[in-house]
């Protein structure tokens, strides 16, 4: 069974950048899309971003498209966000999460069943 940990949040000023990894354990995750969501407080959790196994097919929700990448290093079992051009709304837990398939499903969390603890990240204004 996959475990996904995820690393490199923090407190940032708007406009900053921040770089989270999504590294997994007990399996590979070569064969599975990937995908990063967020929660921020008193909000549901919310789909970010998304990825195939082969690192095409990329989607991203309309509030991050052009800021954020999405990327991943398959030899090392690690997924990435890229965060750019950061704004006080992208305040938020972060969380990496698998649904277990080869292609990205559609963006809702029930679509996903393996989820990382999550990090924070909080931009500042």
């Known amino acids: 069974q996959v475990q996904l940990v995820e690393s490199g949040g923090g407190l940032v000023q708007a406009g900053g950048s921040l770089k989270l990894s999504c590294i997994a354990s007990?399996?590979?995750?070569?064969?599975?899309?990937m995908g990063w969501f967020r929660q921020a407080p008193g909000k549901e959790r919310e789909f970010v971003a998304a990825?195939?196994?082969?690192?095409?097919?990329?989607q991203y929700s309309a509030s991050v498209k052009g800021r954020f990448t999405i990327s991943r290093h398959n030899d090392v079992n690690t997924v990435y966000l890229e965060m750019n051009s950061l704004k006080p709304e992208d305040t938020a837990v972060y969380y990496c999460?698998?649904?277990?398939?080869?292609?990205?499903?559609?963006?809702?969390?029930?679509?996903?069943?393996?989820w990382g603890q999550g990090t924070q990240v909080t931009v500042s204004s």
């Open positions: 999460a698998t649904p277990g398939l080869t292609f990205a499903p559609m963006p809702d969390t029930r679509e996903y069943n393996t």
């Open positions: 007990g399996h590979t995750i070569r064969n599975y899309a």
């Open positions: 990825m195939a196994w082969n690192g095409e097919s990329a």
